[in-house]
């Protein structure tokens, strides 16, 4: 049983495009995150809901929205892809403060 | 801020060779520290853990200690093998429960 799941693993696309990664947990968590890994492999989060509500809202550009519509779910749309976007994106849950699982990551590349 | 260093990689070992990793803190209070690990392509993997000073966490042969008086969560290995070969990040949970990431480690074991 995957604890962590993202699809789709792999997103190659064009600049301007909008695209959407979707992550799943079957842990119970009631916690869920997504992080942005860059090039140089430096890993720094993004964006954070517990029980569907948002908690964190780094610096991330507003071409970036996550919803989650249940505990179990947290998607990340981009609007007007960049070249700057490209990254892994990984998705992580937990419950509150405890441990974070890490899903296996998408790597977006923007043409 | 809260923030984590960690030594510059890449650490080039032999087979069998002692690894040590090192991991610096700067938090205010007392974080839980974490250890994670990143396989080549794969996504973030828990290696180990450590809640309050003097804790010690340890898995798959790796040890690390929270040390609050040098700020420090060093990573050993008595023992490393080929298939230790990955990135080794290690982070920090603030308060707000976000995980501060150091900038990672690349470990390369030779045969």
């Known amino acids: 049983d995957t604890a962590v799941s993202q699809t789709p693993k792999y997103l190659v696309t064009q600049m301007g495009n909008d695209k959407s990664i979707k992550c799943e947990q079957n842990?119970?968590?009631?916690?869920m995150y997504w992080y942005k890994q860059d090039s140089k492999k430096f890993l720094k989060i993004m964006f954070s809901?517990?029980?569907?509500?948002?908690?964190i809202n780094e610096t991330v550009p507003n071409r970036f929205s996550p919803k989650s519509p249940d505990k179990a779910h947290l998607n990340l749309h981009i609007n007007s892809l960049e070249l700057g976007d490209s990254a892994v994106y990984f998705c992580?849950?937990?419950?509150?403060?405890?441990?974070?699982?890490f899903g296996p990551g998408t790597r977006l590349t923007v043409l | 801020g809260n923030s984590v260093t960690q030594m510059e990689g890449p650490v080039t070992l032999s087979e069998e060779a002692f690894l040590t990793i090192n991991c610096t803190y700067t938090?205010?209070?007392?974080?839980?520290l974490f250890w994670y690990v990143q396989y080549p392509g794969e996504g973030l993997q828990l290696l180990l853990k450590?809640?309050?000073?003097?804790d010690k966490g340890s898995n798959k042969g790796f040890e690390a200690t929270y040390r609050k008086e040098t700020t420090s969560f060093h990573l050993e290995k008595g023992s490393v093998q080929v298939s230790d070969s990955a990135v080794y990040f290690c982070?920090?949970?603030?308060?707000?429960?976000?995980?501060?990431f150091g900038s990672g480690t690349r470990l390369l074991v030779r045969p």
């Open positions: 992580a849950s937990s419950h509150q403060g405890d441990t974070q699982y």
């Open positions: 842990l119970g968590h009631d916690t």
């Open positions: 982070a920090l949970l603030d308060s707000s429960y976000k995980l501060i």
């Open positions: 809901y517990n029980n569907k509500e948002l908690i």
């Open positions: 450590a809640t309050k000073a003097d």
């Open positions: 938090a205010t209070g007392y974080p839980s």
